[in-house]
């Protein structure tokens, strides 16, 4: 694998604003209500959709750490065949899909009635800063070993 520029040293100010983002938007997540595993879903969702195996690792052992099932982790890819996710949790998960596939859905995740606006809002932010994440950990080929 070719050597890539670690953008987080490289640009570190950028770096440590991504950080911020990410930790103003679980704030206002946790302000609003919303549950910390299912801060970690979206984490998650967006990281497997992304193919980042570093965020997917930490996010992980961070959703684990918090109490969560290994039986709901397994399942997250077919979330929606399974009966493991609260309607707030699954309007959680279709938030990380919308915002990680954006060109493809066109915002089209329907929050219904499991969410308050802040907290769909909160989520996207949260989604959002993953996103980010994904790409600097992909783009500069963060090394996952066991």
Same mark, same amino acid.
């Given at each position: 694998?070719?050597?890539?520029?670690?953008?987080?040293?490289?640009?570190?100010?950028?770096?440590?604003?991504?950080?911020?983002?990410?930790?103003? $938007? !679980?704030? &206002? +997540? *946790?302000?609003?209500?919303?549950?910390?595993?299912? %801060?970690?879903?979206?984490?998650?969702? /967006?990281?497997?959709?992304?193919?980042?195996?570093?965020?997917?690792?930490?996010?992980?052992?961070?959703?684990?750490?918090?109490?969560?099932?290994?039986?709901?982790?397994?399942?997250?890819?077919?979330?929606?065949?399974?009966?493991?996710?609260?309607? $707030? !949790?699954? &309007? +959680? *998960?279709?938030?990380?899909?919308?915002?990680?596939? %954006?060109?493809?859905?066109?915002?089209? /995740?329907?929050?219904?009635?499991?969410?308050?606006?802040?907290?769909?809002?909160?989520?996207?932010?949260?989604?959002?800063?993953?996103?980010?994440?994904?790409?600097?950990?992909?783009?500069?080929?963060?090394?996952?070993?066991?």
């Amino acid at each position: 694998m070719a050597v890539r520029t670690l953008l987080n040293t490289a640009v570190p100010t950028a770096y440590q604003t991504l950080i911020t983002l990410s930790e103003q $938007a !679980e704030k &206002a +997540a *946790l302000d609003a209500g919303v549950d910390p595993l299912s %801060i970690e879903l979206v984490r998650i969702r /967006a990281s497997q959709l992304n193919g980042c195996g570093f965020c997917l690792r930490m996010h992980v052992r961070d959703a684990l750490a918090k109490g969560e099932s290994t039986d709901r982790i397994a399942v997250i890819p077919a979330w929606r065949e399974t009966a493991y996710f609260s309607p $707030a !949790e699954r &309007a +959680a *998960l279709a938030i990380a899909e919308e915002i990680t596939n %954006i060109s493809s859905t066109a915002a089209s /995740a329907d929050d219904g009635d499991a969410l308050t606006v802040a907290q769909a809002a909160a989520l996207r932010w949260v989604a959002i800063a993953i996103n980010g994440f994904n790409r600097v950990a992909i783009s500069s080929h963060y090394a996952v070993k066991p």
